[in-house]
Structures are given as structure tokens and as C-alpha cells.
């Protein structure tokens, strides 16, 4: 029996017909309207992110394995080279050459792409072109996160966010009447059962409704007892403060040191039915449960209404400042910068179907060169500058650059950069990053969510969230705007270990442990069955309506903020400036050096680690 799907694995843009779930054979095709010989990463799908042939060499260092260095020839020498070719290296890569224009420049990369968590996922269905984010989904508040470097470089590369205000079609929702649900799946609340929210826009929060009929109808759906909806209602929809008499500064205390869930149970004696619907609330920006979450943390989630308006929490910007495949278009527009000629145009408009070519990307012509699938294991300061050893093909080679930037995973450095002290490669362990999986599932149509009236559907009981497309179109990209035509949905899952007395980190570490250890069968298999009990009332069939999968498998996610649930914030402070301590003329970027998950971080830790070096 055909499923009707393409999964596509390929080596050196040639694809190659594998074997699926289950056994079955997936089609022969070609991805994203790619020839079967252009060079093409974004069309792969199957497995992404942390793709086979990725980690395997930096798992050998972690496990004791170094790789023999001596014999490797040393034939290369710039005036700087990036380990990391995410957006942190990139933009090092930028602010570089604009403090030395003549700078030549060498990015190593472990992965086949370059953009690191900023992963772009193409499709053709029926002769339309799908764009999907793979990771870091969006410009997040810019007026009141972006400002100097990060702010800067969008300016350098012509992103004006107010075009979003146009590009991003905010009434879309509300005209063809779509907002948020629940699906409660059965091994968890005894039956499947979808539950469309009948008020407020789909952006709106459940807590803060304006008839409470409807927020009782809505609650009167969930398949919990009546305890569990009465105190549901209760904290959604009163004014009761539970922290009555406090000063602001002691809410905060509280709100800071008591997990959600033991804020829910301490303060509204919550039912353990209330805790199980809640358990997941917290999944999508922290990548761990309400247990491991500060309740400071989660202002906006049921319960907290007084304390978010006695604290006076500021209001977020919209979130519509999204580019048809997330930030990865800050990457391209980067790549597209520093190697002129691999990418045609010049905007913010034409990078969305700019067609990037590959060949081009690591020429010896070029001032800046992206070497893809090179895995750094040994990097020292010497004489003249720093050298880098790397593993390409299993082969080991050597480059020397005057400068070195950093810009891989924290965990890593410790295995790579052996003049780094015992404090320091302490401090770099202490920060571990959030695992997390971003699916991709391209369709022919939207019917089923139109049908049922949904846009988003929480899964607190199950493995994923579910979510149709942002509604984006840029330039000559058109999302779907016609339930009968091909789109992306997004599915997110966050392995975790909950209500074991884990902190986040640790639960982090053992999600992590079980991602490595999953098949794109594993992932499939509950794609394929989640899908079908969420949207199957409203027609769906996978077997006839998905045409294709890109699991972006991120074991080493984001990294987060230290919060003081588990962390002096003072301690911790020091820790993150311990660990991007500068090793003679290695500087350290990413995202990690900031400790937050932000691509504006990512860019301003660029920006400081340059500024170390040619200062």
C-alpha cells in the first residue's frame, strides 16, 4: 500500500528512495523544485536539524575520542575564522568585515546548511511553492528587545519590521473564523475529544474573556470533573488575589521561587485534573512543564490575573513579525551579504524566493567562505594567530586564521578548546540547552480546519501541538489563503521528564538522551496518528493528504534564562561571564553567551565578541 508521502533523503542533492514507517517505500521524487543534480538543503526533508552526520564527530570528542591532529596539512590562513555558521557566526562575520572590509573570512559548519536553529523547509505540492520555519520563528518584539548591534544589523541588511504590519495578515482568523482548541487525547483524559474556543480572537488569551457563559460553555466541553471546571473557571475568569497583602516586592518573591504548578497548588488547592491540563502550557516558550517553570514566568496562564494586574506586566507587541520561514531569512540575507553573486537581489521582499547557489559558497575567490558539514575538534592559540582543526568526510584538516570566533554550542567548547580553565569549562557545561522538535507536514489543503474552525490546537495529553501556517506573503510568496489549496502546518514537541523533581536542566538532558535515540519513523508514526484523531471528524486522511514531512530534530535547542526557581540570578550572572571569557584571540558568541534564546541575543553576543578581538 502507497501512504501517498515523499520522504527524500539526499547526498550531494541526488536523492534517493529510502524506507519509511512501518517498511513502506517512499516515492522517488526531487525537492522543492530542484533538479536532481542543484545543491539544494532547504528541499530536504525527512530527519533535519540535528541530521545524521552531524554530531557524530563532536559525540566522539565528548566521549573521549579525540582525533589525530598531527598529520593534517595546514594549507589555509584568513584573517578570521567562525566556528558556527548560525546567525551568531554569521553576523560575527558581518561586524568583522565592517571593522576590516579587506578581512578574509572562513565559516565552519557541522550541519549541510548554514543558519544553525534559523532552518528553512521547502515544499512543492500540486505546483505551489511551500516555505516553513525549521527553528527561531520570528523577530521578536523589536521596539522594545531590538536595539543597538541587533538593531543595527537589520538596518544593514534593509529589514524594515512595519512592513510586517502588511505582510502578515492579521485578519486572516477572524475571516474564516478560526481560533484556538484543546484536543484531549484519550490514553490521558479517556476520550478524544477537540474543543474549539467559541470567543475572542485566536490570539486572545483564555484568560481574559468577556462573557462568561461562553467561558463556562467552553470549560463545560472539557472532559475533567466538575471540580477540575470550576476551579478552571475560577481562575480565568475571577479577581480574586490569592496574594492579598502582599507588597509588589513580595509577589515577585513568591512568584519568582514557586514553580506554576506549586503556585496553583500552594495558593488555589488546584485539582490534580486542573494540573494535568495544565502541565503543558509552558511547553512552547520554555521547552519544559509548569513543575520546572517560575510562576513569574507565566502571568498570563490561569490563576495569575491579579498578580499580572497588581505587578502592572507590560503588554506584548504583536507577534507578526515573521518571514515565511522564520528567521532563517536573517541568515540568507547575511549569507547573501558576505558572498555576493550566490543569491540574487537586494530586499527584505526577494530573499523569501531567492534561489541560493550552493556551489557558489565556498570558493576560493570569495573574502568570506561557508565550509558546510565541517565539524570543529581542535582549536589553539599559536604564534601568529589561532589555528583550527576540523573533520570533513572523515577526513581531519587544519586552517590558521589572526582571529577566532566561537559561535558554536557552549557544551561544545570545553572539547575543542583545551586552553579554556577548569572554571570556565564549568561555567560552559552549566549552560544546557532546551531540546525540542519543529515539524513541518505539507499538505494539500486546509479543509479540515476550516471545517472545524481551528487554527491551533493544544495537545496536553499527547506529543504534539498543532498549528496551521503564520499568514505570510512577501513579495512573489503567497501563503494559503483558500482552504482548498496546499499549506504547512507546524507541529512542535518538547521532550520532557515531568513531576520527578527534576530542575530544567535536568529534564533537559534527559530529553535530549531520548531525541538522539528516535527514528524519522518514531517521529512519523505519531505525526501520522495524532493528526488523524485531531482533524479525522473534518475529513482528514493522511495517507491522501499529506504529501510530505520535515522533522527539524533540535536535541540541543535553545538556550534559556537561568531563573531563580533554581538559580541565583547574581551567581549566574557571573557564570555566563565566565564562560565567554576570551581565550587569547578566541572570543565566544551564540546565543549561549547571553543565556537566552533570542536572536537579537545571538547577534549582540556577536557583536561583543568581535569588538574583543579588534578593540
Given amino acids: 500500500m502507497s501512504t501517498g508521502i515523499t520522504r527524500r533523503d539526499f547526498v550531494n542533492g541526488i536523492a534517493i528512495a529510502v524506507a519509511g514507517a512501518a517498511g513502506i517505500e517512499w516515492a522517488r521524487t ?16 525527512g530527519l533535519r536539524g540535528s541530521h545524521s552526520g552531524s554530531f557524530e564527530a563532536a559525540h566522539r570528542l565528548r566521549d573521549g575520542s579525540p582525533f589525530d591532529i598531527s598529520r593534517a596539512a595546514l594549507t589555509e590562513r584568513y584573517d578570521l575564522a567562525v566556528v558556527g555558521a548560525g546567525i551568531s557566526g554569521l553576523a560575527a562575520a558581518h561586524f568583522y568585515r565592517q571593522r576590516r572590509p579587506n578581512a578574509r573570512v572562513l565559516i565552519l559548519d557541522t550541519n549541510d546548511d548554514f543558519g544553525g536553529h534559523a532552518k528553512r523547509n521547502e515544499f512543492v505540492v500540486d505546483g505551489q511553492t511551500l516555505i516553513g520555519y525549521g527553528g527561531t520563528q520570528s523577530i521578536d518584539g523589536p521596539a522594545r528587545k531590538w536595539d543597538g548591534a541587533a538593531k543595527g544589523l ?18 486572516f482568523y477572524a475571516h474564516w473564523n478560526l481560533n484556538q482548541s484543546v484536543f484531549f487525547k484519550k490514553e490521558v483524559f479517556g476520550v478524544d475529544r477537540l474543543v474549539r474556543r467559541p470567543f475572542g480572537t485566536w490570539k486572545e488569551l483564555d484568560e481574559d474573556p468577556h462573557d462568561s457563559r461562553a467561558l463556562r460553555a467552553y470549560l463545560d466541553q472539557f472532559p475533567l470533573g466538575a471540580k477540575a471546571r470550576s476551579q478552571l473557571f475560577e481562575m480565568i475568569w475571577s479577581d480574586r488575589d490569592v496574594l492579598s497583602g502582599k ?23 488546584a485539582d490534580d485534573e486542573v494540573l494535568k491540563f495544565l502541565q503543558t502550557r509552558t511547553h512552547e516558550l520554555w521547552a519544559v512543564g509548569i513543575d520546572a517553570v517560575p510562576a513569574s514566568e507565566t502571568l498570563t496562564l490561569p490563576g495569575l490575573k491579579a498578580q499580572r494586574a497588581a505587578l502592572g506586566a507590560e503588554p506584548e507587541e504583536p507577534y507578526i513579525y515573521h518571514f515565511p520561514d522564520g528567521n532563517a531569512s536573517i541568515a540568507r540575507m547575511l549569507v547573501r551579504k558576505l558572498i555576493p553573486g550566490i543569491a540574487p537581489g537586494g530586499t527584505m521582499e526577494d530573499i523569501v524566493l531567492a534561489r541560493f547557489d550552493y556551489a557558489q559558497i565556498d570558493l576560493p575567490e570569495h573574502a568570506v567562505r561557508i565550509r558546510l558539514n565541517s ?45 579554556a580553565g577548569a572554571e570556565q569549562r564549568a561555567a560552559l557545561h552549566d549552560n544546557v540547552r532546551a531540546p525540542l522538535v519543529y515539524v513541518n507536514v505539507a499538505v494539500r489543503n486546509w479543509r479540515p480546519w476550516h471545517k472545524l474552525g481551528v487554527a491551533y490546537i493544544d495537545n496536553p495529553g499527547g506529543t504534539y ?49 531520548r531525541l538522539y535515540g528516535m527514528s524519522f519513523a518514531d ?64 572570543a565566544i558568541a551564540n546565543s549561549d553567551s547571553g543565556w537566552d534564546a533570542y536572536t537579537h541575543v545571538a547577534i549582540d553576543q556577536a557583536h561583543r565578541a568581535v569588538m574583543e578581538l579588534t578593540t
Wanted: net charge negative.
Fill in 375 to 419: 565539524t570543529a575538534v581542535d582549536v589553539r592559540n599559536v604564534d601568529r594567530g589561532v589555528e583550527i582543526a576540523y573533520v570533513n568526510g572523515g577526513n581531519v584538516a587544519r586552517v590558521a586564521a589572526g582571529d577566532c570566533v566561537l559561535a558554536c554550542y557552549h557544551a561544545m567548547i570545553p572539547y575543542i578548546a583545551s586552553e
Fill in 465 to 513: 501541538s498543532a498549528a496551521l501556517d503564520f499568514p505570510v506573503s512577501l513579495d512573489g510568496y503567497r501563503f494559503s489563503a483558500d482552504p482548498s489549496k496546499p499549506t504547512c502546518l507546524h507541529l512542535m514537541h518538547t521532550p520532557t521528564a515531568p513531576n520527578q523533581g527534576l530542575n530544567m536542566r535536568e529534564q533537559y538532558r534527559a530529553g535530549r538522551a
Fill in 154 to 171: 537589520l538596518e544593514d541588511l534593509g529589514i524594515d519590521v512595519q512592513r510586517f504590519n502588511k505582510a502578515f495578515d492579521q485578519g
Fill in 247 to 269: 507588597t509588589p516586592r513580595q509577589r515577585q518573591g513568591i512568584l519568582e521561587h514557586t514553580s506554576y504548578r506549586d503556585f496553583l497548588k500552594q495558593y488555589w488547592d
Fill in 523 to 586: 517521529f512519523e508514526r505519531e505525526i501520522r496518528d495524532e493528526l488523524g484523531r485531531m482533524l479525522g471528524s473534518a475529513g482528514f486522511d493522511f495517507d491522501r493528504d499529506v504529501t510530505a514531512i520535515t522533522v527539524n530534530r533540535w536535541p540541543h535547542g535553545y538556550a534559556y534564562t537561568p531563573t531563580p526557581l533554581f538559580d541565583d540570578p547574581a551567581h549566574q550572572t557571573r557564570i555566563a561571564k565566565q564562560a565567554r571569557q576570551q581565550l587569547g584571540r578566541i
Fill in 30 to 45: 526531487h525537492a522543492a523544485d530542484a533538479s536532481s543534480t542543484e545543491i539544494n538543503p532547504p528541499g530536504r526533508d
